[in-house]
């Protein structure tokens, strides 16, 4: 049973251009979450997807940030005209269905470097 | 609202010694509570949750942590510290009555043990 993966694992952009970033959680897991981490600090929660549905963007910054988890294919993060603040790591995390008490699942992240 | 504080940014151990790692949290209702480790330019790990029941949870790699709800803590321990436990670690929380919700993490704590 594959993990979560995410790619690509390390996005250089310019600033101003687009940042797509890609998740596929594992296998039978319909939950979805992303969460960025700043250097030196902890993860911070950006949105939580179900299929077709965004459940949760509390964390979603108003402009320039949009997610989606199709029904078919993996959730995107998608950063419109990135500026160098949002230079971070971005994780995604997925569990099971009715699972409040069961852990998250963590993929290995995508780096994203704006120069 | 629901938080976590993880009091030490660093926690230095000589190898062999026992390690402990602090973490408390807040919660409006019973905590479900997750400890995950971070080893550099890698996703987080899970280690172990607390959910019900015995009041002291043993996980991966010979960890265990105490759940004490009058201290509202959760701190995580290991009776013997190896090199290799050098990393990153993160405390977080879920209320148990919140739902499939996102776990809220603390900043995290360094650990690094020295031969």
């Known amino acids: 049973n594959a993990g979560v993966m995410q790619n690509p694992r390390h996005l250089v952009r310019r600033r101003g251009q687009e940042a797509r970033l890609r998740c596929s959680p594992m296998?039978?897991?319909?939950?979805v979450y992303w969460y960025r981490q700043l250097p030196e600090e902890g993860l911070k929660f950006m949105v939580y997807?179900?299929?077709?549905?965004?459940?949760?963007e509390s964390g979603m910054p108003k402009e320039r940030f949009s997610a989606e988890f199709p029904k078919e294919g993996p959730s995107i993060l998608r950063i419109q005209q990135v500026v160098r603040g949002d230079s971070a790591a971005y994780f995604c995390?997925?569990?099971?269905?009715?699972?409040?008490?069961?852990?998250?699942?963590f993929g290995p992240g995508t780096r994203l470097t704006v120069l | 609202a629901q938080s976590v504080a993880q009091p030490e940014d660093q926690v230095n151990v000589a190898e062999g010694n026992p390690l402990t790692v602090k973490c408390t949290y807040s919660?409006?209702?019973?905590?479900?509570l997750f400890w995950y480790v971070q080893y550099p330019n890698r996703g987080l790990q899970f280690l172990l949750k607390?959910?019900?029941?015995?009041?002291l949870v043993k996980g991966s790699y010979g960890f265990e942590a105490e759940f004490n709800k009058s201290q509202t803590s959760f701190h995580l321990k290991k009776p013997s510290a190896l090199v290799s436990d050098s990393a990153l670690y993160f405390c977080?929380?879920?209320?148990?009555?919140?739902?499939?919700?996102?776990?809220?993490f603390g900043k995290g704590t360094r650990l690094s043990v020295i031969a």
């Open positions: 997807l179900q299929k077709e549905n965004i459940i949760d």
């Open positions: 919660v409006s209702g019973n905590p479900y």
């Open positions: 296998k039978g897991h319909s939950h």
């Open positions: 607390y959910i019900t029941g015995d009041n």
């Open positions: 977080a929380v879920r209320d148990m009555l919140s739902g499939n919700t996102p776990l809220v």
């Open positions: 995390a997925s569990s099971p269905r009715d699972s409040s008490y069961n852990e998250q699942f």
